[in-house]
Each structure stands twice: as structure tokens, then as C-alpha cells.
């Protein structure tokens, strides 16, 4: 189940930083960026991948947060441990989930 979550966010986050790839990049020069007042000293290709990767983090946050957001409150609450290793005390000690 972990993997497949894992790529409910990678796959469409994958697909999203794509297509900004493609917007922003037939807008904006990668040679007429600037950073703090200074130009960029990286090559095109350079600016592309960094980009790439930091549109690939902000829309896999976005996927994460709606992963964990669709989680039912059962998927939430479940005590990952088997009733008989939880510690002694836990409110879940007894119960059947």
C-alpha cells in the first residue's frame, strides 16, 4: 500500500512539474533570470533541471497534502501494532483493531 500511495503523489507531481516546465520556460529566459540583484551563473540546461526538481517538490507537497487529507479516519486512528505487542497503557490495548 506504501508504494502505491507513493506513486498517487510522484506520478501526477511528475506530470504537473512538466507541464510548468513548458509554461514557464516558453515565457521566461533562463539567461534573463536574476537572483538577488545578480544574474544566474548556470547554464540553460542547468536552470531547466534545477526548475524541474523544485516544480517536482512544490507539486508532490500538493499530492502529498491531498493523500493525507483522503485518508478515512480509520486509516488515521489504527494502532500500527497487533493487540498483543502494545504496550501496557496504550488506549488501544484492548481493542480488535
Not at 493525507?68 to 494502532?79: D, G, H, I, K
Not at 501496557?88 to 481493542?95: E, F, R
Request: net charge negative; aromatic share 14%; hydrophobic share 55%.
Amino acid at each position: 500500500m506504501f508504494f502505491q500511495r507513493l506513486m498517487w503523489i510522484v506520478w501526477p507531481a511528475f506530470l504537473v512539474a512538466g507541464l510548468l516546465e513548458i509554461v514557464v520556460f516558453a515565457v521566461v529566459d533562463p539567461q534573463d533570470l536574476h537572483w538577488f540583484g545578480q544574474s544566474v551563473e548556470m547554464s540553460r540546461q542547468g536552470v531547466y533541471t534545477l526548475a524541474f526538481f523544485v516544480f517536482w517538490i512544490i507539486a508532490s507537497v500538493s499530492s502529498a497534502l491531498t493523500t493525507l487529507l483522503a485518508m478515512s479516519p480509520f486509516e488515521v486512528n489504527r494502532c500500527p501494532l497487533p493487540a498483543e505487542d502494545r504496550p501496557d497503557g496504550c488506549p488501544k490495548q484492548g481493542a480488535c483493531q
